[in-house]
């Protein structure tokens, strides 16, 4: 089993293992070994998001990277799916990320891209897990008085900005009022510039980063914030992401809000429309609602399940040749666009869907019917196998038995936290809150912090 890497890179409470700066140091030295398998000279893009401890995780990891022998060039503050495409364009070896996306300021992560734009496959970051433990072993971290990542190119955020331009060049929000949640996260460096240039009225919140509100009471983990303040503004739309940017949820013009699995609803039967759904296919998780498999299939689209975490979502994607796909979280893939999700290009692209379409959002979503469903996080001190587990084993088949097909149970692991989660949908709340609460009591019982 992996010990470092989660579904989505590295990540813990930034100065704790494995985020003390010996292990950093020593991931900068196995990455820059590994790709010195494959290119003699690696050159590697550096980003982070806004948390105080981004800056020294980022000369600590430059640091290992050029001990290494490989060349680390900064793009600064900048989203993680902005590292991803400019890793690409530039046919570097690597993209480095430092966040931890949607998790608390004290947090921070390690996120890793290939040369090609994508995360890492579970293969790669097993065997650079194993090459992390032997460098600690024998290379101890410099000291971090003095140290620093190389000086932020802006070039390389103004590119970024220009790419996203460019997916919707006819797009003008003339006449319309947008609210958008920048989360104090990556996105507050880039909205203002990107969004100020497409017209229309536009409301930035949450866009002064101080290293420790990122995600605070705002952003793609508080929806309702954005949704609040759409609605007090009589704003045609709210927009909301998260510390990286990866993702975005949405509020319509009556203050609902509106997740991922509205937004590849929408985007789905507009593809469709234009000829761009690849087989009338579209991925979704284990976690999306069967309100959405009910929609899509009445617009003759099938919706294929993945685990949790974009990247599994991306491989099912690739071995089904499809060309949309996403997490109910807001993690949309649009992969002839893009090579992982992107919370400000799903936002234009729905701008652009609803501007075409010359309706509002809610209309479009007129007939998703949603089923009730509850997540019960539960923190637990370790992750042992649920199915080893007989109370909870025994609770997850009570309710499956109980819901006899007219709902759905899913109980699993947070891939970046220590965290276990209970997901229930069923035709009667008070069946689906029972059950959750049941299966969710199980596990802090026997494993609970």
């Not at 010996?22 to 990455?31: Q, Y």
């Not at 290293?211 to 508080?222: D, K, M, Q, S, Y």
């Not at 690849?278 to 991925?283: E, L, Q, S, Y």
């Amino acid at each position: 089993m992996r010990k470092l890497f989660g579904t989505d890179g590295i990540r813990a409470v930034a100065g704790e293992a494995p985020l003390d700066p010996g292990t950093i140091f020593a991931t900068g030295l196995a990455l820059a070994s590994s790709l010195k398998s494959v290119h003699p000279q690696p050159r590697v893009l550096l980003g982070a998001d806004t948390r105080e401890s981004s800056p020294w995780i980022s000369a600590v990891i430059s640091a290992g990277l050029c001990r290494g022998g490989a060349e680390v060039l900064n793009a600064g503050v900048i989203t993680t799916p902005g590292v991803a495409y400019l890793t690409r364009k530039h046919q570097l070896s690597a993209g480095v990320v430092i966040s931890a996306s949607h998790n608390p300021w004290q947090d921070n992560g390690i996120k890793v891209f290939g040369g090609d734009g994508y995360k890492l496959p579970d293969a790669t970051e097993m065997a650079i897990e194993g090459e992390i433990f032997r460098r600690l072993e024998d290379s101890p971290p410099p000291g971090l008085k003095g140290l620093s990542a190389p000086p932020a190119n802006k070039d390389f955020r103004e590119e970024y900005e220009a790419f996203l331009r460019n997916v919707v060049p006819q797009l003008n929000l003339n006449g319309k009022k947008i609210v958008i949640d920048c989360a104090n996260g990556a996105a507050a460096v880039i909205a203002a510039e990107l969004f100020s240039s497409l017209g229309g009225e536009i409301h930035l919140t949450h866009v002064t980063p101080n290293g420790r509100n990122i995600n605070e009471n705002c952003g793609a983990l508080h929806p309702e914030v954005v949704a609040r303040e759409t609605k007090a503004l009589g704003a045609d739309l709210g927009i909301t992401f998260d510390g990286d940017a990866d993702r975005a949820l949405f509020a319509d013009a009556h203050g609902q809000v509106v997740n991922g699995d509205g937004v590849m609803l929408v985007a789905a039967r507009d593809m469709q429309a234009r000829g761009e759904l690849a087989g009338d296919v579209v991925v979704a998780t284990t976690m999306s609602n069967m309100g959405l498999e009910a929609a899509l299939r009445s617009s003759g689209i099938r919706m294929l399940r993945a685990p949790v975490g974009d990247k599994y979502v991306l491989e099912m994607m690739q071995k089904h040749q499809a060309s949309l796909g996403g997490e109910q979280s807001g993690h949309i893939l649009f992969l002839r666009r893009s090579t992982t999700g992107d919370g400000l290009l799903t936002a234009l692209v729905l701008l652009d869907t609803l501007a075409r379409s010359g309706k509002p959002l809610h209309e479009l979503l007129s007939d998703l019917r949603v089923f009730p469903q509850v997540i019960v996080n539960v923190r637990v001190r370790e992750k042992r196998p649920l199915e080893q587990i007989p109370a909870v084993v025994e609770s997850i088949q009570q309710a499956e038995t109980d819901l006899h097909g007219n709902g759905r149970v899913v109980v699993r692991y947070s891939g970046t936290e220590a965290l276990a989660r209970v997901m229930i949908e069923a035709e009667s709340e008070q069946q689906m809150r029972e059950h959750a609460e049941r299966i969710a009591q199980a596990i802090r019982v026997e494993i609970g912090v």
